[in-house]
C-alpha cells in the first residue's frame, strides 16, 4: 500500500511556534476560490487549504513532500499528483470557456471542428500527460495551488492546497490532523 506522508517541514533557523501561525481548512464546493475546478471534490479528492503566517524575524522553509495527514479516524491521508487528477478531470473541466468544446456551444452534437478542439492524450505519453489545449490550463491551474517548497519570509502569509485521496470532504474531514515538523500538528476545524 502507497502511502504518502504529508508533512510541513520547518528548517533551520527556528524562529519560536507562537511566532508562526499554521491554519488548515478542509474546502467544500463553497469555499473553492473562483476558476478553481470545483469538479476535484467530484472525482474522489479531497483538498486541505494550508496557511502559514510567519510572525518572526526568521525565515521558515515549508517543504511541502513531508507534510502527514490522518483523517478523523486517524487513517493515513494519501497524497494526490496532479498528474492523477488531471485526466479525471478533464472530462469535467471547462476551463475559461462557456462550454466543454468551445465558446458558445449549447450542448448540442458537437460539430467536427468542436470535436477536433478537445483535448487528447498523445499516444507517447505516459500516465497523466496531456497533449494540448484546456488540459494544459487545467494542469496548470492545480499545479499554481498546489503546496510547494517555499520559503516563507517574515511577516508574510503562504498559501497552497493539499490534493488528497479521499471521496470525503468539507466537514467530514473536521477532525482530521496535519502534522508538521518539529512535532507541531494542526487539527482541521
Given amino acids: 500500500m502507497k502511502v504518502f506522508l504529508i508533512a510541513v517541514m520547518l528548517l533551520a533557523p527556528h524562529p519560536q511556534v507562537e511566532d508562526v501561525g499554521v491554519s488548515v481548512q478542509s474546502l467544500k464546493k463553497s469555499t473553492i476560490p473562483d476558476g478553481f475546478p470545483f469538479q476535484v471534490l467530484d472525482q474522489g479528492f479531497a483538498i486541505f487549504e494550508i496557511t502559514i503566517e510567519n510572525h518572526s524575524t526568521e525565515p521558515?522553509?515549508?517543504?511541502a513532500d513531508q507534510v502527514t495527514a490522518r483523517d478523523p479516524k486517524g487513517k493515513v491521508l494519501e497524497r494526490a499528483t496532479v498528474s492523477e487528477i488531471t485526466p479525471k478531470v478533464l472530462k469535467?473541466?471547462?476551463?475559461?470557456?462557456?462550454?466543454?468544446?468551445?465558446e458558445g456551444y449549447s450542448g448540442g452534437r458537437p460539430t467536427t471542428r468542436q470535436w477536433e478542439e478537445v483535448p487528447t492524450v498523445s499516444p507517447s505519453a505516459g500516465p497523466g500527460v496531456i497533449s494540448f489545449g484546456r488540459a494544459q490550463q487545467l494542469r496548470a491551474l492545480l499545479e499554481h495551488y498546489e503546496i510547494q517548497e517555499v520559503e516563507v519570509a517574515p511577516d508574510s502569509i503562504y498559501h497552497g492546497f493539499?490534493?488528497?485521496?479521499?471521496?470525503?470532504?468539507?466537514?467530514?474531514?473536521?477532525?482530521?490532523?496535519?502534522k508538521l515538523g518539529d512535532g507541531m500538528s494542526v487539527e482541521v476545524p
Avoid: A, E, F, P
Fill in 60 to 63: 521558515w522553509i515549508l517543504q
Fill in 92 to 102: 469535467l473541466y471547462r476551463g475559461n470557456l462557456r462550454g466543454i468544446y468551445v
Fill in 162 to 178: 493539499l490534493y488528497l485521496k479521499s471521496k470525503n470532504t468539507g466537514r467530514k474531514l473536521s477532525g482530521s490532523v496535519v
